[in-house]
């Protein structure tokens, strides 16, 4: 039998320098997912990309009436059947979405020496560079490195490359504007008034995260991931990427891979979208999968209430016959982000740390 060439177990620094490695054929074991393994019927990959929900944004801005509604009841049914969707005609330039993930592939290239001066310590540091998800609490790793970058209600960026910091506030401003369009359509589908979400999570002052993933090709990708099973914190959660697949959600017990249409934008509903509505709209369990051929880069906007909100299923839902009670703590929106980001993801486990029985 043919020899590992690559270590056994090896200390992350990152992945980038792993994957770049002389004559690496094997990942090494700190690497490997034992749920690679599994076959299961019900979580086999299939491509069902052509059914996934799509909104079309020009309908839900529209001064027509019929239009609006029609792209409210959209919204209605993915957030209820699917809690991801894509949107189209958002009016984001397409040039600008190049610009954020050109940008990202040369951050991720940049010398070692000049990244690592972005390394993070904490979870609520402004700018942090890091590899897998939490090195600190994992004993396997993901094949992933990323940037994390607190862009509302304060900017902040890396100062390297140049334009990075200008390009990544212009597009992060034209997608906060898109996240509360989405997220007032979403207020109406429960029942409320439109501006009801935005004034009870004081979205004025919400906190938006870009975060920049770069997934290297991988010798052996059927035995690692990219990232694990996980729904994400906040409310709605914006991607774009190169045009390399690797992204699937979960739907009806499989896992489905995601086809972006052109120049879209992926849309995923958070935990705190699922607290909010009490239930009504769960929150997405996705991953990513990783390939043996091309680098994937990724650029994720996670759009959430402001730090200090203490987040609580809607006041008026609660007050309706069939929703008598709240089936999730009240807990402010900081203090879940801290738990969650310490810790390991695995699917929805933190949100069902604050969810009550229902008797």
């Given at each position: 039998m043919e020899e590992a060439t690559a270590p056994l177990v090896v200390k992350p620094s990152n992945i980038k320098e792993l994957a770049e490695s002389p004559d690496l054929r094997f990942i090494p074991c700190n690497y490997v997912?034992?749920?690679?393994?599994?076959?299961?019927?019900?979580?086999?990959?299939?491509?069902?990309?052509?059914?996934?929900?799509?909104?079309?944004?020009?309908?839900l801005t529209s001064h027509d009436s019929h239009q609006r509604s029609?792209?409210?009841?959209?919204?209605?049914?993915?957030?209820?059947?699917?809690?991801?969707?894509?949107?189209?005609?958002?009016g984001i330039p397409e040039n600008l979405m190049k610009s954020v993930i050109d940008c990202t592939y040369e951050f991720f290239n940049l010398p070692e020496e000049e990244k690592h001066k972005f390394t993070g310590k904490h979870v609520l540091d402004p700018v942090r560079y890091g590899t897998s998800f939490n090195t600190c609490k994992e004993n396997v790793f993901f094949w992933r490195d990323f940037l994390k970058v607190f862009v509302h209600p304060h900017f902040h960026s890396p100062t390297k490359p140049q334009l990075y910091g200008d390009i990544m506030l212009e597009y992060s401003e034209k997608l906060r504007e898109v996240a509360r369009k989405l997220l007032g359509g979403i207020s109406e589908s429960l029942g409320l008034e439109e501006s009801y979400l935005d004034k009870d999570l004081e979205l004025e002052s919400g906190l938006q995260i870009f975060v920049g993933n770069y997934y290297p090709p991988c010798p052996q990708p059927e035995l690692t991931m990219g990232m694990p099973p996980h729904s994400d914190h906040g409310l709605l959660t914006l991607l774009i990427h190169n045009q390399v697949g690797g992204l699937q959600v979960q739907?009806?017990?499989?896992?489905?891979?995601?086809?972006?249409?052109?120049?879209?934008?992926?849309?995923?509903?958070g935990d705190h979208l699922e607290i909010f509505s009490n239930g009504k709209y769960k929150s997405n369990v996705h991953r990513a999968v990783v390939n043996n051929k091309v680098t994937r880069i990724s650029v994720v906007v996670a759009h959430g209430p402001s730090l200090d909100t203490i987040v609580r299923p809607a006041s008026p839902l609660m007050e309706k016959e069939n929703s008598p009670s709240a089936y999730y703590i009240p807990m402010k929106y900081k203090d879940y982000l801290e738990m969650q980001q310490s810790n390991q993801l695995n699917a929805k486990s933190c949100l069902e740390r604050v969810k009550i029985p229902r008797s």
């Open positions: 997912h034992d749920s690679c393994y599994s076959n299961s019927s019900d979580t086999n990959d299939i491509d069902d990309s052509d059914s996934i929900p799509i909104v079309d944004f020009s309908l029609t792209a409210i009841h959209h919204l209605t049914k993915a957030c209820q059947d699917w809690g991801f969707f894509m949107v189209v005609n958002h739907h009806q017990g499989k896992w489905i891979n995601v086809n972006a249409l052109p120049n879209s934008l992926l849309v995923n509903t």
